[in-house]
């Protein structure tokens, strides 16, 4: 495999000179999506990695136009850019949309559910490093349960994050829209296939990107993509989509362990193996559930 190119689009959308950290998977999903979308794009990001990580004005990593804007308001902000091209009779740009965690499953749903239940032709990416990284490490609905965070510390008081991760993509699907999938920084062609199927629909998409971050993770910066890579073979973030209604799942031969793929970061080390046991039957139970919606709404 070594020295082995992926057949990706050449043009670069992101130049060098952002200012994420070493191993950030982010990146690689900012990367890849401007890869698929092209230079007709225009986005909008709320307070969250990405807002800082294009550089200091005037520099920007960017060779597109792109809106900051305030925390909770990035859906209503594509609204309005959608709107005035519709406006101008401008029907070739992409109108991207792009959150962290925080900034869409807390602060930005509101706005996000309005923007879809409205059908804005846009499109709304997550990109989930599982915690608001960019103020602190602090927990998100998204942070899986039994995770350290800066909010949710261990120590004599053992104060992991109790709640279950919140399914933002089954909250879209609520919504009845067109398309919405997840995607993995591990699988650039078929994170970069699912944002063209976004793309191409007339409505509302949603995408939920799996980004490790070695900062809040506690893991080294250089095992980013083996550990996105083993999140999905452990089914613990299974790739899928849904198209008006009916699921697609996307199945791997391979398997991974769900305890070493814990183990491997820092913020679950403090877990028992009775602990780590619990939070593994869930995941096969949710995992067999996806499967069960994939068999009921392609049957007919």
């Known amino acids: 495999m070594a020295g082995k190119k992926l057949p990706l689009p050449e043009e670069e959308l992101m130049d060098p000179g952002h200012v994420g950290c070493l191993g950030c998977g982010g990146c690689h999903a900012m990367r890849y999506t401007l890869k698929a979308t092209g230079p ?9 990695c990405w807002a800082v990580m294009p550089g200091v004005y005037p520099n920007t990593c960017f060779n597109i136009p792109h809106v900051n804007t305030a925390f ?32 869409t499953a807390d602060i930005g749903i509101q706005a996000l559910s309005g923007m879809v239940e409205r059908g804005t032709n846009a499109m709304y990416i997550m990109y989930d490093n599982e915690a608001y990284m960019n103020t602190g490490i602090q927990r998100s609905s998204s942070t899986p349960v039994g995770a350290w965070t800066t909010t949710t510390q261990v120590g004599k008081v053992r104060d992991y994050k109790r709640a279950p991760k919140k399914n933002m993509v089954e909250i879209m699907v609520a919504h009845g829209i067109p398309y919405t999938a997840t995607a993995n920084i591990a699988w650039p062609k078929d994170l970069m296939a699912k944002v063209k199927k976004a793309m191409a ?23 980013t993509l083996e550990i996105a890579r083993m999140a999905t073979h452990a089914k613990i ?6 198209e008006d209604g009916v699921y697609t799942v996307k199945k791997f031969k391979k398997e991974a362990s769900i305890p070493e793929y814990m183990m491997m970061q820092g913020r679950f080390r403090h877990l028992t193996q009775e602990e780590i046991g619990s939070i593994a039957k869930n995941v096969v139970r949710w995992y067999d559930k996806l499967l069960k919606f994939e068999l009921m709404t392609q049957e007919e």
């Open 201 to 223: 629909v007339d409505g509302p998409s949603f995408l939920h990107i799996f980004a490790p971050c070695p900062t809040g993770w506690r893991y080294p910066p250089d095992r």
């Open 237 to 242: 973030f299974p790739l899928y989509e849904v």
């Open 40 to 48: 007709r794009t225009i986005i909008s990001i709320p307070a969250c």
């Open 72 to 103: 909770e308001v990035t859906a209503a902000s594509i609204s309005g850019i959608r709107a005035a091209l519709d406006a101008r009779g401008i029907e070739d740009v992409t109108v991207l949309g792009w959150a962290g965690d925080g900034g």
